[in-house]
């Protein structure tokens, strides 16, 4: 019997052969292959993040009517936040071991690695200016710019408030919403068609640029966070699936392994989120009620691969430094990492630049923190790609295991 879905029809599997060819590419033909394909990598990008906005604001409003007022919301609300903050935490605590094990930068000898101009992106000069991000003062100029913090407390209040209406307004209100959320997820899906020829232009463009100077400076460095990371994704993880939702971890890898592979590619939580609703719904089996209000709440805040690294990074340059840090320090450390990775935005390289706010805290300035922050971008883009790729999967485990307590049989059916 021929199977009605070869495995080369797959688009996973697309996906993956499309990263090997671009690898290929960019490692032998270097700026030529950029020059080539490199362009579908930016177009596909930028589809994906044109569609972002109006899926956060129609999915939220959409998942808090369906959640309802009252009770029902505020459990909701409770079980996202308990899920992200513990993930979060065991993964900077997980990196902090580490670091404090390895030592990779006791005796780093940076010389050979260039540092790199830092990227241009707004950072709150302080960890209070995140919370007052969450109200904005103009939600049109909040969507215009892309303000994820902003656009989700809007959007919550507008459910809320539409939940308030007399019956007929809010079944015309309510409609019109879920209406424009089925109109972006079609738009989406087309879009999510063309992910093959996108991810070629963008691991192109990543493997050329890519600097093995750099790489070999940075070993030690690289291979702590990408072991920790390793630890998250296939342990910590695996282990929450397991004992908290009842879930079979590697069936849920296997139906979320498209957004993974986005995610790796793309390096932007943010612009993997259209892909992340589409599997966590028709392939996971999670209703709209549950992600459409976690997973763009988790593509803002839970950033567990940037928390783990941001802590694993101001340890380091303490330690390029000669500068030993007490366990107060490293207290401090834990705390505000985990306090920046929700204000880190979901695009590329955002944690590295958010690595000042922890330095700051802990009093450690000057121009070669700089000097070290720039280096280490040299090897940033494979390390951003892998922690991406965490974020999202650790956003798709807490709304599968969310969607468990909260009793919904699709879950068990897709997963078990």
């Not at 029902?72 to 992200?84: A, E, M, P």
């Not at 955002?350 to 280096?375: C, E, N, R, S, Y």
Request: with cysteine.
């Amino acid at each position: 019997m021929t199977n009605p879905h070869p495995w080369y029809k797959k688009l996973h599997n697309q996906v993956f052969a499309a990263m090997l060819v671009g690898a290929v590419l960019g490692v032998f033909f270097s700026e030529g292959a950029v020059s080539w394909v490199g362009w579908m990598g930016t177009m596909f990008v930028r589809l994906l993040r044109m569609v972002i906005v109006p899926l956060i604001f129609t999915s939220i409003i959409s998942g808090v009517i369906s959640a309802g007022a009252g009770a029902k919301l505020g459990r909701l609300s409770i079980k996202t936040l308990v899920y992200y903050i513990s993930t979060s935490l065991v993964a900077v605590l997980t990196g902090l071991v580490l670091v404090n094990l390895i030592k990779p930068g006791v005796g780093a000898d940076l010389g050979q690695a260039a540092s790199s101009a830092l990227p241009t992106l707004q950072t709150p000069g302080s960890l209070t200016e995140i919370f007052y991000r969450l109200i904005p003062t103009n939600p049109v100029a909040a969507m215009a710019n892309g303000d994820m913090l902003a656009i989700i407390f809007f959007s919550i209040l507008c459910g809320v408030g539409i939940l308030g209406l007399p019956r007929k307004e809010r079944e015309t209100l309510g409609g019109f919403v879920d209406a424009a959320f089925e109109l972006m997820m079609v738009i989406t899906a087309g879009i999510i068609r063309l992910a093959p020829l996108g991810v070629l232009g963008l691991i192109t463009t990543a493997a050329a640029r890519s600097g093995l100077n750099a790489l070999s400076s940075l070993g030690l460095y690289m291979l702590t966070i990408v072991l920790g990371l390793t630890i998250h994704l296939f342990l910590t993880l695996p282990l929450l699936l397991k004992f908290v939702g009842r879930l079979r971890p590697h069936l849920h890898y296997r139906n979320m392994s498209e957004a993974m592979l986005m995610a790796f590619s793309t390096s932007s939580s943010s612009a993997t989120l259209p892909v992340t609703l589409r599997c966590v719904e028709e392939k996971v089996g999670v209703s709209n009620r549950v992600s459409s209000f976690v997973l763009p709440m988790g593509a803002t805040i839970n950033m567990d691969g940037t928390a783990l690294y941001e802590c694993v990074g101001v340890i380091f340059i303490a330690q390029v430094m000669g500068i030993p840090l007490d366990f107060h320090s490293q207290l401090v450390v834990v705390v505000t990492a985990l306090l920046a990775s929700i204000g880190a935005a979901g695009i590329p390289s955002a944690g590295l630049v958010m690595i000042f706010i922890i330095t700051d805290a802990i009093h450690l300035k000057g121009p070669q923190v700089g000097l070290i922050v720039g280096t280490m971008l040299a090897i940033d883009r494979p390390l951003d790609m892998l922690r991406t790729m965490v974020n999202v999967t650790s956003d798709s485990c807490g709304a599968a295991i969310i969607a468990t307590t909260e009793g919904e049989a699709g879950v068990d059916s897709a997963l078990r």
